[in-house]
């Protein structure tokens, strides 16, 4: 059974930065394509980043520039992060980490991220 528990969300003013991360608790993400899919309210889930095992990364043009994606492994325990800055209002939405391969898709159970003055 893999789970996928995401932590670092929050409030925070325009402009302002957060890293969200995302522990499985097994080595998925050696072998498993991790990525970061948001909710805002009556909008669709989208996804806003991805990352391959070998490192190749993409984004969401909405968040091109402003947001970074990486791993960290340390054994058997595997980190996916999502590094967002120059927040806006409209990033506010539940934030899900994902990890994906051959038609297997595992999720987390989101992360509020709130942009507000």
């Known amino acids: 059974q893999v789970q996928l528990v995401e932590s670092g969300g929050g409030l925070v003013q325009p402009g302002g930065s957060l890293r969200l991360s995302c522990t499985a608790s097994t080595s998925i993400f050696y072998s498993y394509v991790a990525g970061w899919y948001r909710q805002a309210p009556g909008k669709q889930r989208e996804l806003v980043a991805s990352i391959t095992p070998g490192g190749k990364t993409n984004y969401a043009d909405s968040v091109k520039g402003r947001c970074s994606i990486d791993i960290d492994r340390d054994g058997a325990k595997t980190t996916v992060n999502l590094q967002m800055n120059s927040l806006k209002p409209e990033d506010t939405a539940v934030y899900y980490c994902?990890?994906?391969?051959?038609?297997?898709?595992?999720w987390g159970q989101g992360t509020q991220v709130t942009v507000s003055s």
């Open positions: 994902t990890a994906e391969r051959a038609g297997y898709l595992y």
